[in-house]
């Protein structure tokens, strides 16, 4: 049951919510070793996001994401019959915004997904996947009547990699509860913050992370016919970020793994093959630059 829910949470985190969030770019690099063996995960990630003005208040805002995956399986000889142990991803999706009555705002975004291992050297059809997005967020963070800074961001998302005909909810809400003192609770990530001045702040987390790709040439495992290998980890532990100015800031997050789940699936999304499932330590540090 635990990891039916966590699955659940994965596949909301992975729809993409970017249309509440306010980073114009951000860079980062992933590692965390699988405990008990020689195999590793390390990631490298950018995107940006780029505003487009139709009038005041309505945005147009193009999106691209690229991810280089490298996982490393040295601990099963089953998985040597895999012929690369890179996994790639491409996003081009465009996002639109408007505001609403009562400090509401609807945001929305449709888009493509190509991830693969790319076998082939070249993008095949079942490498395609499809997402969608819509949300209505209210914003109370820059609040003049002296209450605390909120907000609360409402949606449904919907992408094919996750194998359901039907879109899946979204919420999350956050809150400045005392003075340098803030939460937030939903997925991909729920934090307590604390933020010493305007260079430095630290926070505890919990979140989610992971990864889907196709597998071009089918691998055929003791389970079944692998047709993608996906990854869904949860983590918790400490962050700390520093802004070198208002826009630009550095993180750092370091953490233990709660759960840790790497296979491969057939065509229908049933797991045929564990490629480990041990809890381990995990990190990830970026720059990102934002409104």
């Known amino acids: 049951m635990i990891r039916?829910?966590?699955?659940?949470?994965?596949?909301?985190?992975f729809a993409k919510a970017y249309a509440q969030g306010t980073d114009l770019f951000r860079t980062e690099y992933t590692y965390f070793p699988q405990r008990n063996s020689d195999n590793s995960f390390r990631r490298f990630r950018t995107f940006v996001n780029v505003p487009l003005k139709i009038k005041e208040g309505t945005y147009l805002v193009p999106y691209f994401e690229y991810r280089n995956i490298h996982l490393i399986v040295r601990d099963n000889q089953a998985f040597q019959e895999l012929?690369?142990?890179?996994?790639?991803?491409?996003?081009?999706?465009?996002?639109?915004?408007?505001p609403m009555k009562n400090d509401w705002r609807f945001g929305s975004r449709a888009g493509v997904l190509i991830a693969s291992n790319f076998d082939k050297a070249k993008a095949i059809s079942d490498d395609y996947f499809l997402t969608a997005s819509v949300y209505f967020i209210k914003s109370m963070t820059k609040r003049t009547d002296g209450g605390k800074p909120w907000r609360l961001v409402l949606g449904v998302q919907y992408s094919t990699t996750v194998g359901r005909p039907f879109?899946?909810?979204?919420?999350?809400y956050y809150r400045e509860?005392?003075?340098k003192w803030s939460f937030t609770l939903g997925a991909p990530k729920m934090n307590l913050k604390y933020r010493f001045n305007d260079k430095n702040s630290m926070q505890v987390y919990a979140r989610l992370d992971g990864f889907y790709a196709n597998i071009q040439e089918d691998l055929e495992s003791t389970g079944g016919i692998a047709d993608n290998i996906s990854m869904t980890?949860?983590?918790?532990?400490?962050?700390?970020?520093?802004?070198?100015?208002?826009?630009?800031?550095?993180y750092v997050y370091v953490g233990y793994t709660i759960f840790n789940d790497i296979r491969l699936r057939?065509?229908?999304?049933?797991?045929?093959k564990t490629v480990n499932d041990s809890n381990t330590f995990y990190s990830r540090a970026g720059l990102k630059f934002k409104i």
């Not at 690369?84 to 465009?94: G, H």
């Not at 949860?234 to 970020?241: C, I, L, N, S």
């Not at 057939?266 to 045929?272: A, C, K, L, M």
């Open 233 to 250: 980890t949860a983590m918790v532990g400490p962050g700390y970020q520093y802004n070198f100015t208002k826009h630009l800031s550095a």
């Open 167 to 172: 879109p899946l909810p979204y919420v999350n």
């Open 4 to 13: 039916k829910i966590l699955v659940c949470f994965f596949c909301f985190a």
């Open 83 to 98: 012929s690369t142990d890179r996994y790639e991803s491409y996003e081009a999706a465009l996002g639109y915004t408007f």
């Open 177 to 179: 509860f005392a003075p």
């Open 266 to 272: 057939n065509v229908d999304g049933i797991d045929v």
